[in-house]
């Protein structure tokens, strides 16, 4: 590794570094209600972001630019779920860990553990009164969990053994790290990463495709310059055609002109119509050419990382069509706003609660009314849109 490579990862190590501790000292800061502390280590993680896209592509979102020096949809799909969820993590994960994060045991809570140990320490136990025992306490524990623990106790008064292991369990029910985020959240961030590993796969096909596209553009154009041929050839043959055509007035019969006016109208009409064709072709066939030049196989492509905009993210992406709207990206960016929406202010309002964190044996993440809607709406937009992505749109070669 030469010098030049050593600075770029030295800087890189150290933002790290300086992230980590900010974190760190941010998650806790008790002072701070524990929203506002997420909302600022969100801020943390954009900027860790940013900072590593300058390093990489010289900028601020350079980690959404694609190796084609595009700002690529499935990128920023990924990295603003990235943003929610691991951010949310952090501080739900650093506030349960920090001293006095976490609340002591209540009686039900206490209770509830008790009587899991003690149907878990029966069941391990080789002798069929004790596992009949143990199915006593865990469909008591359905039913009454009050009765299930005076069961429990019960038992512990006659069982050192018993009586330990349920201490054990009790000091090992404290888990500040046991965070369980719901279903529906863990299903759409699977969709994402499936998205993203899909959309480079059948990036990877179209590189490895010849296209056509400027093989085609001559065509039309050399079509083109047929039709004006045609049409001038078409134009020589009506009487009266070597007139100069600026000066020819119809109908002037004294200049000794005896061509019809709509034979004559019409066929140069056909003319300047072919020639504007012609004038099409041609420019259709530079635009081909320069993006051929900057094309991976099927794929147009910039030259640096300043070229890459973010009109790339509702755009298709081969040389064919590059300038024109998708359609598949623009429903599939709304529907993944909407959803990131949703689940931003459902956290929002859980981490807004003073008592949100403190249960010692672990927090669920409700999901959010019509979460399994949007998952389906989410995940019906993502197929399509790599059913869309998978057509190859420019001729092949």
Avoid at 84 to 110: D, N
Avoid at 163 to 172: D, I, Y
């Amino acid at each position: 590794m030469n010098r030049g490579d050593k600075k770029p990862a030295a800087s890189t190590f150290w933002t790290v570094i300086i992230f980590v501790a900010a974190v760190i000292v941010v998650g806790l800061c008790d002072p701070l209600q524990v929203v506002y502390r997420w909302l600022i280590i969100a801020s943390l993680v954009v900027g860790l972001l940013a900072v590593l896209g300058h390093q990489t592509h010289g900028r601020l979102v350079g980690v959404l630019i694609d190796a084609r020096y595009k700002i690529s949809l499935s990128r920023v799909q990924v990295t603003l779920w990235t943003i929610l969820v691991f951010s949310a993590y952090l501080i739900m994960a650093l506030s349960r860990s920090a001293p006095g994060g976490l609340k002591p045991l209540s009686e039900k809570e206490r209770m509830r553990v008790e009587v899991e140990a003690c149907a878990k320490y029966l069941r391990d136990q080789d002798s069929e009164t004790a596992y009949e025992m143990a199915r006593l306490l865990e469909s008591g524990r359905a039913r009454d969990l009050e009765e299930a623990g005076r069961m429990v106790d019960a038992l512990k008064a006659d069982d050192q053994g018993l009586s330990q292991a349920l201490e054990r369990a009790v000091k090992a029910s404290r888990q500040p790290l046991k965070i369980t985020f719901p279903p529906e959240l863990l299903l759409v961030l699977g969709i994402s990463a499936a998205s993203f590993a899909g959309s480079n796969l059948i990036k990877s096909t179209k590189k490895q495709k010849e296209s056509a596209l400027v093989e085609e553009r001559r065509e039309r154009v050399r079509a083109a310059e047929e039709e004006r041929e045609r049409a001038e050839e078409r134009l020589r043959r009506l009487p009266g055609a070597g007139r100069d055509e600026a000066g020819y007035h119809p109908g002037n019969a004294e200049a000794g002109v005896d061509l019809a006016t709509e034979e004559r109208d019409t066929a140069l009409e056909e003319k300047r119509a072919a020639e504007d064709a012609l004038v099409r072709a041609r420019k259709e066939l530079g635009v081909a050419r320069d993006a051929q030049e900057r094309s991976v196989g099927l794929l147009h492509g910039n030259t640096s990382a300043d070229q890459a905009e973010w009109g790339d993210i509702i755009r298709f992406e081969e040389v064919g069509n590059y300038k024109e709207i998708d359609l598949g990206k623009v429903q599939m960016l709304f529907t993944t706003l909407a959803t990131l929406a949703v689940y931003a202010v459902s956290m929002y309002q859980l981490l807004a609660r003073p008592d949100a964190l403190g249960s010692p044996l672990g927090v669920d993440l409700p999901a959010p009314a019509h979460s399994q809607t949007l998952s389906g709406l989410l995940g019906l937009s993502q197929g399509s849109y790599l059913v869309s992505k998978n057509t190859d749109h420019t001729p092949v070669g």
